[in-house]
């Protein structure tokens, strides 16, 4: 079974930006951790980080037929993205989408997603043992399931 | 560590009420199931469930001094309950919020949780295994914040 | 077959509340004279009301597998309650909705109903005669599509 | 006592149009079986139907001082026009809304009737027996408050 | 200079239809009352009534090029009514709004016009006055301006 | 019968003010050409103009017990002045308010009026002969109501 | 290959009304270019027009079953007719809504149409050339779809 | 005269829940220190307090015709409990609604309260004291009134 | 300790202004009974009253460094005036806000107040005795806190 | 004259992504069936897609001064991207806008497009069929505007 | 050139009201640097101030045929008053408005601004030094434009 | 000191596009005379412009522990982007947003900024010449803070 992680804008500073809110995890600590659950659990992942809409949708396009399952969070184009959502939909991914912080206690424009009525899940505000929790919720989802590969 | 587990009205007929959306695990394997998953953590729970609003308040002030943290499903009270934040709030027990459905993709009254922004952390649409997550996630965050026991 | 007939809270003050809006039958004598009627149309009946939304959850949940057909006045929960809709679709009850007066002529709170999407239908403002009338066309439509028992 | 009974745009349809959705009574079978039951309970009835709004105004205002109550369906029109409420006010006559579907359980342009707030009472989502329960109730309610021949 | 009065549905009851509210004028009061205004002003007038939306459009379609302006009370259309307002703009007739009522006074529906953006002027609450009142308004805007014929 | 005209803010620029919108007659030129029409209704007026809220609000209490009607444009107050609306009410005085342009063709700021609800009547978009109109609809009304002196 | 041509409110003053907005072809005109296009298309074509919601229904009625699509521009009541979407659903005849201004750079009231979400396509703005558009559209989509007759 | 004290959800952790918030008053010291200004004012107090919206409506249908007025803090419910609006008017016993906070200072959702339309008065803001004015207020405006007893 | 109390539009006419509504108790008849209440209290106050914004904003201003807390009722101005909060703010004394009818239950613009989100508390609807608890509930405030003088 | 093809994000994958809803003609399919409509029309089109919104509005700039017209669909960016609209305006191209299926049956967020005000025309779920119905109209359009080459 | 310096409600009392967010600076000494950058760049300075509606409306009315272009603060007014953006659209007066606190960043009552439509433009946020930068960008966008002197 | 100046979308256009909306003043004009400005105050800038949201994240990414404060038009992100507020706050310069029209008096769109509650100040509608008065604004106000380097 084969995962990808995705973030979207700004996380490629997790641990440096707004600490207080973020924490102190960077993206490649994040990444490395997130290796080696996935082992445990027996699959394989890719981790791709971009802070470009079309990058990423460029990303989302390269899954296609090759990936099982996706762990997303797309930061802000989370709340702003209609084409994201329709990139995730086109190549048939199930996938879980994270939340580092708790938006909802944080401004409006956080409260509501254009993914998660898409998503499998939503794991929101437990830090970036949310990915981790992401991809365990997944893998456990997409074993009952059955997988492409 | 004490860890409620608090499940809200209708939840009695989990694996019985519509098995399609809420899956065929009952309440009390899905409470036996966590049961093993915190002996793991090295962590307490205790189990409750009630529909009445009014009974759920009473057994969350009774956390009061003695739960370090509680993974809660309150159920439709999630979307209308704001005592039961108020609840939550008035015993300072750190909580972490379950729904086993993706309720982003249901109706609109249940896309605003009441209690989310008072939350540590929000978990939706991962089935059962979702409170196992919730759990794993919560202890983690009380771990690194200490406990009152 | 089997009906249940259900009142939510203040219903139990039936013929001294407000008479002027809600007539002055009382809730018994509503309930006996529904009890003429279904033995006229050969269907037994169960009367409950209660002032709870846990304690009304509670009533619902106790239909399940027993009750083919529900007459429901949820009272001013009729406004405000998605839990009580989760416990009647729960367990997969038809019911018809009631209200004593005409709730789309008073105040803006009581224009839309939670349960009025999940009901077969809605009987409003014909005083409590409209309980013997949702109690004649939910047997009738019961009738049409067959029953448990 | 004359009862008028009035039925609005497409209704003439009724039994053809979507029958999953309005059934396969006719119209013509609707009006003779509503004969039948206002022979039982001592009231004559007329029945009209119009697809256009001004023709039914004008058929409202030939009730003017010769029709005790009404029972009508006014089809879409009960969702938009507000000169039909004006003109079952302007001739004083007592009237039931009926929908043979449960609009609430439909688009949202159907939620919201324009008669509503002027009616003695409303019967939705019942099929086509719900004229006959809305003729049954709005009798009985005359009959309390007596009538004008 | 030739002036159009046109009356919309339930109008044709004026003096009859809820009297309180709308006074005892009848409408051919009114239009003989306003024959006499017009006399007095130096215009020709020309009255009519409809209570069906089309019969009103085709009505002012037979203004074009022959009326000079128009008195409009389009009665529960001006409310809903944009083909109304699309009719009067299609002949390009100058035409002032009345209402009977204070509008403003009563229901939220009533409270804005389709037609009055597109109009002269609007005279609301005084009574059948408010057409001499509009009539005599519009005769002095169009004297200003010049007419057609 | 005792009448007062109140002129609001920025109506002193009357005939000066963006003529192509308000038109070129002077604030003094309208109260002179209104005494005319007064004297011909065998009326006393009094005209005031002021360009605070507050002003306003104390010129409208010397009407108390006084005045028996007042023609009243409150210009931008009408749009946001509930005070206002008090005042008027607090003296119960009869009035007609009066707007020189169409504000239902203007920002949608204008569209509402605070007055309006309190009003006899509204005359709106017919230049300032609107103030002669309104004028002669309030003496018309009073009369048939009777005054206080 | 039957199709019908419906147009509604003013727009039989096509050509004449508003001609910066709407162009100077007539509906005539237009209906005689049609007829060239349809039978290059190999079909037959019936054009209409009313400015009744009950006329337009009850031409509506008569394509049941007699019809296999429509290309309808039903004017203003494209934005206020639920009416006619059921007329339209009722008949099961497929359509392409036209609208010959572009609707959504006009007032507020054009930018929903009642009929859209029941429509096959939409042509918007392009136009009298947009019913040719809309008409080669249908056909087309017809033909991959087999037709009734 | 015969004046209940009616205390809801959270409040039986008055002095201990969010004492920054709440003040430090537990709810028995303040019951014993309304008794005191009770003796004063010569009117007997009976004091309740739930945290359940049924048991809450059973104990205001309790004062039924035997108690005169209440002081009600309905806490949470006060900004959702249509029932218990209802329960009040039902037993048609005139009430003042307190708040120990400020709650236009806090959430949204406490902005709106949906007992306040049916109170005598509302007090809010002013800490546990708020009782005693409220008690004052009810006496001063029920003695103006006189009483049941 | 030195005590403010400010009255707004329209109050000057308290007592005479619809007595229904706003009672019979003048306002310096209110003002000397606040005066004995003060004296009572050992505090000193000093009244005023202003219909004008920019008045009452002069007043407020005066306060600065003077007067230890303010009850006020700014009347409709309560619900409009944006500059009378920064003017409260802006001299940082503390205030209650008064409303001598249930403002709750009026028309739907003065249901909201700017000024109560910076008040200390609010007290509605108990009629003129609502200064006095005002008053009183301000001084005990005032007294945990200290004052200046 | 020369017109240009845009596609934006996802539309890369058409024919492969949801065929049901999209159908199964390829991007290089469309473009090819377009080059052969153009060589008819005798006119040149050049054709690109992008992912990325800055990618778009720099294919967009490139059009400034060289292109006549547009036929564009892109995808999701029309119902978010304000930027894109500006990008279109900015180099004074006129465009009709394509959706290959109908957005007015799909999601809210599709329903509303940032781009349609400023285009000449919209032609909407006519399926891949509708660029060659834009391309047709605009060309028409275009051929009675005269172009800049 | 002739430039106002209007400043509103609260604003006397810069330097002194709340100066963590106002700053320390008074009107006076505001006032004074400003006349320095005046004779800096040529132009002459009057400079006034009012707290009420009325009085800033007659300070306006002042500029007329005198002023070339004013530099305004209205503070609160700002976001309520209607009639003083008609008061300098009445003079024809270009204005730059100015606030000395980032309101975007405030409450919500700050984030609309009545003026902001009629003005040249908006400098906010920028402390007191905001005045200075909106004279300069006054005078050099009215020295491209001519004056009036 | 060391101040970035960032343009966004379409702004490479400057001076090109909609000249009467925009100027004539071209973006390397506009950067050319900031240099001069700059080198007045003392202060070095560097200036960036980008099409896509994604390069002006990267841009501001790039900014962090760099550069002391930004004048930043981010065009029609401006209005849309949440990513790139985040981005800015990330990388924790401060910084002051520009827009060479006046948005407020341009399509509702274009009313709200998601980035002026994270900016110092705003400065709108003063041409090109606003960045000037931005970056002299934005230098004052961080030389009053103290900067980085």
Sequence with gaps: MRIAVLNGPNLNLLGVREPDLYGRTTLSQLENS?????????????????????????IVHGYRGRIDGAVVNLGAYSH?????????VSVDVPFVEVHVTNVYARE???????LASAAVGVVVGLGTQGYELALRG???TLGARGTIT
Excluded: K, P, W, Y
């Design 34 to 58: 997130l290796a080696v659950v996935a082992r445990d659990l027996g699959v394989s992942i890719e981790c791709s980080q971009a802070n470009g809409e079309g990058a990423l949708i460029d």
């Design 138 to 140: 997944l893998v456990a």
């Design 80 to 88: 702003t993205s209609l084409a994201l959502r329709d990139a995730l």
């Design 108 to 114: 409006a424009e956080r409260h509501h997603s254009m």
